[in-house]
Every structure is written in C-alpha cells, then in structure tokens.
C-alpha cells in the first residue's frame, strides 16, 4: 500500500488488487453505519435446478472495485454521504438446509435492523428475500409496519399452488406468499413489475391478484411505458417503508446471461428501463433491498451479469445515502 491518495486511488481502481470487499468498503459490523451491504451466498432455495447462485456474493465482490464511485445523475458521492461497510456474508453451515438457512439469514439481519442500519444485499437465489425480509417487516427501520415491496422480476413467486419446490418450502417460489400471510409485507401497497413468464398454468398470475399485489406484466409494461409505470408505483409505494428486491432475470437475456431461469421468450428491460424504474423509489424511505439471482458459472468472460448486477446494486445504496444526507 502506497501512502500517496493519487495512488491508492489508482490501486483501488483495479480489481484483481487487494481484499475484495463489495465496492471497496471496511469490513466491519453494522453498528453506527447507514448502510450495511451483505452476501447471501444461498442457493438451496431454488431446489436443486440452479445451485450456483451461492457464488453471486463472491462475483459482485471481484468486480465491484471497477464500479461507479460518484452518482452522477443525482449529484452525489454516495461513500461519502453515509456510513458503509461491507458486513461480510451470513453464515450457512447447513447450506443444503434451506429451511435452517432461511432462519439464519432472518437471525443475520435482525441485528442489522437492531443496529439501524439499511441492508442492500448481493445473492444467493430469490428465496433470501424470505429471510431477509421475516427481520425487517414490522421491524425497527420499518417503524413497526410491514414492509411494501418494489419488486421487479420475470416471475412472482406467489406459487401457491405447489407447498414446495423440491422440497424447500420457504422456497425462491414462495416467499411473496408466506411473508404476506406472516404480516411482514402489505401486498396492497406493493407492485410487482416485469412478469413475463414461464407459464406453466394460464392462471399462474392469479395468486398475485389474490393477495393484491400490484401487478404489472412486461407487455403491459410495453404498452403503458415507463413513466406511467413510474408513476404508480410512486403512488403505491409513497408513505411507506420500501423494499426492494430486483432479480436479475427481469433483464433481457442478452444484457444479463448469467441468471437462474432465464426467459428469453419474450424481451426483457434494458438497464435504462430497469434503473428508470428503480428511481421510481427515489427519495421514499427505502429500508433496504436486494439483488438476486446471479449465476457466475454462466456469466459472459467479460463479466456482464456480474457487472450488470453491481450496477442495480450502486442505485439502490445510492437513493439510500442520497436520502441519510438530505436527512443529516
């Protein structure tokens, strides 16, 4: 390490140098921080079809020292603006346990909540909205109330037609569900954006709809446009504790191919439509949020999903700081 900032500077630019923690944050614990990004290196909740999520934490990490440094569209040095450290990943020592391993990611970020501090987390499968979110619904960052999602994917992951997938029950195909009929999470003022498959039922929406998710599909999406998608979710969502949770198969295929259960059937956003819609949020109390999905083991050798993945990751901690610092 060089005592020159000119140099650190340069050194840090480069990715392959140094501890690879996400965005170059310390590693250190939540207390005292605004921001506390996290790993979820689980994959068991995806059953047994797409098992190498679990490495998504590692990947984001190795290339997010290349990532923006400074929000150029808000105006911001988002590491500057708020406390952030890198809290390491949740423990797993039952990894195939999805059951056991859902419980310790709720138990991991209960202390996050306790701290104060806002979760934006790199997974793992979808399954880890689950437990993530069983420690901040109607917890401390969420002022006692359940949380409302702003939830952008290809699928809903309200089956509630199947009690498991392969035998996880908390599964990456429930969670929309059962935090809902835990209370964690009011459908009502949430919106689910983006589905566009894969159809196995012609009703497969129809448990969204139960519930009273806000739904919007990809080719209402198309025909409505992005700002009075915008729009909504800004009405839905506005007064309320934000969460959200973004898997990476809303995205084209050909902007993001290294993900579980990818749709090409039908186009999916474009980045500029994705971020378009994250900033739907901007400036709303947004408790934390999550990145799901990745499959480093199917990514392009230039590191597009990885990279894609850091991207969504640097909106999310950016509204997140935006917001501290406007807050004092």
């Known amino acids: 390490m060089t005592d020159d900032p000119y140099q650190t500077s340069m050194m840090e630019n480069l990715y392959w140098w140094g501890v690879p923690t996400l965005f170059r944050c310390p590693h250190e614990g939540p207390e005292g921080k605004d921001i506390a990004l ?35 569209g808000f105006g911001i040095d988002p590491w500057k603006a708020a406390k952030i450290a890198d809290v390491g990943d949740v423990p797993l020592p039952r990894a195939n346990d999805n059951e056991h391993c859902i419980a310790q990611i709720t138990e991991f970020y209960g202390r996050i909540d306790a701290a104060g501090a806002r979760p934006v987390s790199v997974g793992g ?25 702003l939830h952008l994917d290809a699928h809903t992951d309200v089956f509630t037609k199947v009690d498991h997938f392969l035998g996880a029950r908390k599964s990456a195909a429930h969670w929309g569900a059962y935090l809902a009929d835990q209370g964690q999470v009011d459908p009502t003022r949430s919106m689910q954006i983006g589905l566009r498959g894969h159809a196995r039922t012609l009703d497969w929406l129809q448990p969204s709809y139960d519930y009273g998710y806000n739904v919007v599909t990809m080719k209402e999406f198309r025909r409505r446009g992005l700002e009075d998608v915008v729009a909504e979710a800004r009405e839905v969502l506005s007064g309320r504790p934000v969460y959200i949770t973004f898997d990476l198969d809303c995205l084209d295929p050909t902007i993001a191919p290294g993900v579980s259960n990818l749709e090409a059937g039908e186009k999916g956003f474009d980045i500029d439509e994705a971020v378009g819609l994250l900033h739907s949020v901007r400036g709303l109390n947004i408790i934390g949020g999550d990145v799901v999905c990745m499959m480093p083991t199917k990514d392009s050798p230039n590191n597009i999903t990885a990279l894609t993945a850091a991207a969504v990751m640097f909106e999310m901690i950016s509204m997140i700081a935006e917001t501290v610092a406007a807050r004092g």
């Open 38 to 72: 996290a790993g979820v290196p689980h994959s068991t909740g995806n059953g047994t079809t797409e098992r190498d999520q679990h490495l998504g934490p590692r990947a984001l990490r190795h290339v997010s020292a290349v990532a923006r440094r400074v929000h150029g």
């Open 125 to 149: 499968d979808h399954s880890i909205t689950g437990g993530i979110v069983q420690a901040l619904g109607r917890g401390h960052l969420a002022g006692g109330e359940p949380v409302s999602f």
